[in-house]
Antibody, heavy 118, light 106 residues
Framework: QVQLQESGPGLVKPSETLSLTCTVS????????WSWIRQPPGEGLEWIGY???????NYNPSLKSRVTISVDTSKRQFSLRLNSVTAADTAVYYC????????????WGRGTLVTVSS | DIQMTQSPSTLSASVGDRVTITCRAS??????LAWYQQKPGKAPKLLIS???SLESGVPSRFSGSGSGTEFTLTISSLQPDDFGTYYC????????FGQGTKVEMK
């Protein structure tokens, strides 16, 4: 049974870089696309971007200038970097999976809260 | 950007009620629409994709319909486990979610 687990710092200072990793266990990264999605406390969901098994990426235009998503197939991990963070980037960050038929997310990690504060 | 608007924002209902949630897209998205259920402190769960295709393991009391810009999620007989927040999501162009509909106990 495939599972996703987010990891990374829970606190980031303003203007610094948020870095998270998602580890995929129980299955392969191939044939799927791997996304990051976030949810500010008490608010709705925002798709950040995805990376494919081969490393191709696609990002939400509203975040594109600050986001990098990468994949490390040897470690079965994919990662998120978000630059120049502000308090508005405080959110629960989820990693999730979708297939070639579109960005409908059939498998999610539990999520990790990242707070941006000095 | 494609904007997704759900109504109502909050819905009070009782066990056994028929519940309908509406989602409207700011432009046509064919049938590229999914519905999710989220419980407090948990990740969303995919219920329906391609507007009306029920995911494996999802109870048949859930159904979805619509195409173009107007979509609905219907729960035919609300069960205790169905209380939570529901989100629609378009995936015709990138991905955007509706603001959510909280289904609470009346």
């Amino acid at each position: 049974q495939v599972q996703l687990q987010e990891s990374g710092p829970g606190l980031v200072k303003p203007s610094e870089t948020l870095s998270l990793t998602c580890t995929v266990s129980g299955g392969s990264l191939s044939s799927y696309y791997w996304s990051w999605i976030r949810q500010p406390p008490g608010e709705g969901l925002e798709w950040i971007g995805y990376v494919s098994y081969s490393g191709s990426t696609n990002y939400n235009p509203s975040l594109k200038s600050r986001v990098t998503i990468s994949v490390d197939t040897s470690k079965r991990q994919f990662s998120l970097r978000l630059n120049s963070v502000t308090a508005a980037d405080t959110a629960v960050y989820y990693c999730a999976r979708h297939d070639v038929y579109g960005l409908r997310f059939d498998l999610w990690g539990r999520g990790t809260l990242v707070t941006v504060s000095s | 950007d494609i904007q997704m608007t759900q109504s109502p924002s909050t819905l009070s209902a009782s066990v056994g009620d028929r519940v309908t949630i509406t989602c409207r897209a700011s432009q046509r998205i064919s049938s590229w629409l999914a519905w999710y259920q989220q419980k407090p402190g948990k990740a969303p769960k995919l219920l329906i994709s391609k507007a009306s295709s029920l995911e494996s393991g999802v109870p048949s009391r859930f159904s979805g319909s619509g195409s173009g810009t107007e979509f609905t999620l219907t729960i035919s007989s609300l069960q205790p486990d169905d209380f939570g927040t529901y989100y629609c999501q378009q995936y015709n162009s990138y991905s955007t979610f509706g603001q959510g509909t909280k289904v609470e106990m009346k």
